[in-house]
């Protein structure tokens, strides 16, 4: 997939683009994306980055880095992805003026977004805009219930399966391996300690079982309360592996929330629940079948 930041770096050609944030590329972004799939052109997103809630001063707890967000549009058969800089000038564009800059030098034929979608000046512009300024524009039907939104709540509420139904996915955490304190070893249980994106979501603390790096994974996200720690930590267990992973980014799918946090009466309780939760870990099952479709899904950002 080629990815540009600048609209006249592509090579001409005929596009149907997809417009809009797709933070989590949840089941009713994909729906948009397949739409643009299935227009017959080259089918192209136009992104934006950073977040344009971010970019006017709110806070937004993502959902997906600019990276992985990239990795799973690829990965829904988009061939071309133009990332436009989000700032207060671009916000102050008119639509049209936008379109110029952006939409018309792609070779854009078909325009599709979801039925909420607003571009420009105060938010003037929108689908039937683009209609009356020439384009095909193809409406993907919002359906009350699959947000990017709802997917955040859920997920700072630890309900992880009810998250990956609106996903079309399990829900992931992305990080960078630290050195941590390696107690987890001394355990019996070494850890890869994530350092995350401060604007990336973390789920409710508590133990989740899942998967990295093509291995099932023990995952710890909290405090470490047991050894009285304060600072937030992501730590997976990777089952059946051996070998060094500092440094590297790794992606850690969670399947179930095992149990919350606790404290022990001591070092061996301790150690006996960890094997607990990895007999756990082993035995537990994704929370939905890969791309099983769900009914109905909604495009919102």
């Known amino acids: 997939m080629n990815v540009e930041r600048e609209p006249g770096r592509f090579g001409s050609g005929r596009r149907a683009v997809a417009i809009g944030t797709f933070d989590g590329v949840h089941l009713g972004h994909r729906q948009v994306l397949a739409a643009a799939v299935a227009?017959?052109?080259?089918?192209?997103?136009v992104t934006f980055d950073p977040h344009?809630?971010?970019?006017?001063?709110?806070?937004?707890?993502?959902l997906t880095t600019l990276d992985r967000r990239l990795e799973l549009i690829g990965e829904a058969g988009i061939e071309e992805v133009l990332v436009i800089d989000f700032d207060l000038?671009?916000?102050q564009l008119e639509p049209e003026a936008f379109v110029d800059a952006f939409l018309r030098p792609l070779g854009t034929e078909v325009v599709v977004a979801g039925?909420?979608?607003r571009f420009g000046r105060g938010r003037s512009g929108d689908l039937p805009l683009l209609g009356g300024l020439g384009f095909d524009v193809r409406t993907v039907p919002l359906v009350e219930g699959v947000s990017s939104s709802r997917i955040r709540d859920l997920l700072r509420a630890g309900e992880i399966e009810r998250a990956a139904s609106l996903l079309g996915r399990a829900p992931e955490v992305e990080g960078v391996v630290v050195t941590g304190d390696a107690r987890g070893g001394t355990l019996g249980f070494p850890t890869a300690n994530l350092r995350v994106d401060p604007q990336l979501l973390v789920p409710a603390h508590g133990i989740y079982a899942g998967t990295a790096d093509g291995h099932r994974a023990a995952i710890s996200i909290g405090t470490n309360p047991?050894?009285?720690g304060e600072e937030r930590r992501v730590e997976a267990f990777l089952l059946d592996f051996s070998g060094d992973l500092y440094g590297r980014k790794l992606v850690l799918q969670l399947w179930q929330r095992?149990?919350?946090e606790a404290v022990f009466a001591s070092e061996e309780e301790l150690v006996a629940q960890i094997a607990r939760d990895v007999e756990q870990t082993r035995d537990a099952r994704p929370p939905l079948e890969p791309n099983r479709p769900e009914k109905g899904a909604e495009s919102g950002s």
Not at 39 to 45: D, E, F, R
Not at 52 to 62: H, M, N, Q, S, T
């Open 258 to 260: 095992l149990r919350d």
């Open 39 to 45: 227009a017959g052109l080259s089918p192209t997103v």
């Open 115 to 117: 039925g909420d979608f």
């Open 89 to 91: 000038e671009l916000a």
């Open 226 to 228: 047991h050894y009285g």
């Open 52 to 62: 344009p809630r971010i970019a006017f001063g709110y806070e937004v707890e993502l």
